[in-house]
């Protein structure tokens, strides 16, 4: 059984089945230290899509929801995620 989302992670990108993308938004999660929006992601890291893969980090347990926070993108509620 996997007990943290760091070996989750290494055993997904060890299979070969994390594509760059997936890494590259888990990776924005982690440097950013607070929950942040799918939205965010994509605007300050320049990854357009980034939002989409958030549901497949999250079904491989690599991220979770954390509530909602306002965007500082679109000025609205959105789902907050973090690892």
Do not use: N
């Not at 992670?9 to 230290?33: D, I, W, Y």
């Not at 939205?39 to 890291?45: G, K, N, P, S, W």
């Not at 079904?59 to 909602?68: K, M, P, S």
């Amino acid at each position: 059984m996997i007990e943290t989302s760091a070996e989750a992670f290494e055993e997904f990108k060890q299979s070969g089945l994390l594509g760059e993308t997936q890494r590259r938004v888990l990776a924005a999660l982690r440097e950013a230290k607070r929950p942040v929006t799918g939205r965010e992601i994509e605007h300050y890291r320049d990854m357009p899509g980034a939002w989409k893969r958030l549901s497949e980090l999250e079904r491989a347990g690599l991220v979770r929801r954390c509530g909602t926070i306002k965007c500082s993108i679109t000025k609205r509620k959105a789902i907050a995620w973090t690892v």
